[in-house]
């Protein structure tokens, strides 16, 4: 094989985020805050909330479900969260289950706050690369959780990405980053807390440090930025100066962000996801990607877009998706997330409430601290 270059990416790209979600106007005026600091000032529009029927695995079939065409291929699963339900047991297990994947797979659970999902992505291009004719599943879910009347609550969310890596990639070849890793107590979760300790500020600092110690100019017409909300990517845009990004490619690159929130690993894929929805023809583009989770680790990676992606990528489904969802108000959003955090430290749980009709998948019972999922 000396001399060819085996070409391996991504073939398939899904999401998932819950049906609800709170529109920012209703927090605003629930927290006595100007509406336009989150329109304008955060740029988000609206943020999901995690359904009572739900979590994380759940989350991810549901991203995954669709993508999983050639079940017996699939020699790896790398389930990448910082939300994760068990310190032992993988995520990628219940999922592997939950799908019905064959047994003679490899399964492992990713941890480094928002990157890790960008770093499953390299490890399964290059575990494809050294496994010629196999290939991975690459997920991240997770459910970005503040608590009420934070700074950060603002900048909540929950949804999952899924990806097929094969060789040959229909969508888009991933080529080798840059990566910089530096100790910072920007945002962290200790095992004794429920939700971040951060410092928002600092955070944004780190994050820009990173994005100029990673970037590679290549006259980029779309970058997709992580986002934590949509205007960071604006923040980051603007430390780019002139290799920066067009006001209208950032439209593309915020406009699933400005709707869904922080999906913590899978913000930056959303951006794509934005960019490839909203962008006529990429076919020959190569798309700047840069990939920030806090602790922290920053990396720029490039995507080469292949011919006919269009084939293999569902705008309208991601559309409809987002647009069919169902506004909650101030009580059904606090209830959302009083449920889920109750939920998430119970060892025997049955559901009990009814799921949406549209719903494929469901957390059904904790049993000793063990998760039972069901197709419904
Ligand atoms: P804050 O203190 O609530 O907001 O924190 P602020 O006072 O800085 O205001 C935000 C912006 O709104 C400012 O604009 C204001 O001027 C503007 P900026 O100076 O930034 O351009 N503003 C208004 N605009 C229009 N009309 C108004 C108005 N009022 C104010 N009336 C912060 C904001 C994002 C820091 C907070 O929400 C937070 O701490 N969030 C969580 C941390 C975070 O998201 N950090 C981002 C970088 S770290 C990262 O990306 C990693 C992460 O994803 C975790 C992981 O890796 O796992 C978070």
């Avoid at 106007?25 to 600091?37: C, I, N, S, Y």
């Avoid at 410092?199 to 110690?213: M, P, R, V, W």
């Avoid at 060892?347 to 059904?364: E, I, M, V, W």
């Amino acid at each position: 094989m000396k001399g060819i270059r085996r070409m391996v990416g991504i073939d398939r790209l899904n999401y998932y985020t819950p049906r609800s979600y709170l529109d920012m106007h209703t927090l605003a005026e629930a927290r006595g805050v100007d509406p336009m600091k989150y329109i304008k000032g955060i740029g988000q529009e609206k943020m999901s909330v995690i359904g009572p029927h739900e979590d994380i695995i759940t989350m991810a079939a549901e991203a995954a479900a669709p993508i999983c065409d050639d079940k017996a291929a699939i020699d790896l699963i790398i389930f990448a969260t910082e939300s994760g339900v068990d310190y032992s047991k993988a995520a990628a297990i219940y999922l592997q289950h939950l799908l019905e994947i064959p047994n003679p797979v490899r399964v492992i659970e990713l941890k480094q706050a928002c990157y890790a999902l960008t770093s499953g992505l390299h490890l399964a291009r290059d575990f494809v690369l050294s496994h010629p004719g196999k290939k991975a599943l690459v997920v991240s879910s997770d459910v970005a959780w503040y608590g009420f009347e934070t700074a950060g609550e603002v900048t909540q969310g929950a949804g999952a990405i899924a990806m097929i890596v094969s060789e040959n990639p229909r969508l888009a070849v991933v080529n080798s980053g840059t990566p910089y890793t530096s100790d910072v107590p920007d945002f962290y979760r200790p095992n004794t807390h429920d939700v971040p300790i951060v410092d928002g500020k600092f955070s944004i600092e780190c994050y820009n440090t990173a994005l100029k110690q990673t970037f590679t100019p290549g006259g980029y017409t779309y970058i997709g930025f992580h986002m934590p909300f949509a205007k960071m990517a604006d923040k980051a845009n603007r430390i780019l100066q002139d290799d920066a990004i067009s006001d209208d490619a950032l439209l593309h690159v915020k406009s699933f962000s400005k709707e869904i929130g922080n999906i913590y690993n899978g913000s930056l894929y959303l951006a794509l996801l934005g960019i490839l929805t909203g962008v006529g023809d990429l076919t020959g583009e190569t798309i700047g990607m840069f990939s920030y989770g806090s602790g922290s680790i920053g990396e720029f990676f490039t995507l080469d877009i292949q011919p006919n992606y269009q084939d293999v990528i569902e705008k309208d489904a991601w559309t409809t998706h987002l647009s069919s969802r169902q506004a909650l108000d101030m009580l059904g959003y606090e209830m959302a997330m009083e449920h889920f955090i109750k939920r998430e430290k119970e060892t025997d749980y049955h559901f009990s409430l009814t799921a949406p009709d549209d719903a494929t998948f469901a957390l059904k019972a904790i049993d000793n601290g063990h998760r039972v999922y069901t197709r419904l």
